[in-house]
């Protein structure tokens, strides 16, 4: 979640409500590959996806954590996290989130959310966002199988009907999972992961790059983080990919520790840079 605003100097009311709107290696086996794919109705990317088991990393520990989000330097809104695991051996995160100051003023958002994930597949099993603006409250469940998921989406007020719209693709992450399985994984410089995630209201095939390890700090303190770079394609309705209209990239840092705590995130999208930084973290 980012909150984004227009410039030092003035906020533009109107910026703020459309941020909201939310090697070959051979050519015949290339040209084979992708005949294939068409002939069996799969999309010849599915191929590249990696295929890696959930990693031997030591799984997270149970932490409260605070960050603050902002555009240019300003800080719009802060959202807190609370990450733990249930008696029944599921991940559960539950996070909630507000626009402050002048940024509330014209745009009021208060967000909540709640994912559910098996601790030992790290595969998503179901989460539930929130969203409450000044004149309107959405709320989204996702509900996951082995095949895929089912949203269902309900506003008010609105149309009055609650949505329900299944996307089957086998393998889905929602984005508390996402990060669950990537955080398994080694994360040594220059190796990649691509996997499909559905966070919302629409499937992205997200590709992660591990740049570099370095020294960052950020207002919770200094640390060793890996540094990561992120981009994305939407997944259409017949599986074609499609650029994102207002996201070009992100480049995370997350602690280089037994934690792995996501410590910065930095995001080019279509109006300049956003960002989310750690504020506190506390271990349960």
Known sequence: MFFVYQSKSELNSWLIHKVK????????SGLLVGLSAIMLGVPAWESTLTKDPPGNFPEPRPVRTTYHFGWSGFTAGTGDIHFSKTADKRFQLEA???TIGLVRALWKLDASYRGLADAETLRPIESKQTEIYRKKKVITDLAFTNSGVTRTRTEDPGAGATTSRPFNFPGLFDQHSALLYLRSQPLNDRSAYRIVVYPATSAYLITVTVLDH??????AGAYNAIKIDLQLKRVGKKLELQPHRKFRRAIIWISDDENRIP???????????VFAELQAVRFD
């Open 21 to 28: 709107d939310r090697h070959p290696l051979f050519v015949g």
């Open 96 to 98: 909630n989130g507000r």
């Open 214 to 219: 370095e020294r960052i700090a950020v207002r």
């Open 263 to 273: 410590l910065r995130i930095e995001a080019q999208i279509f109006v300049g840079t």
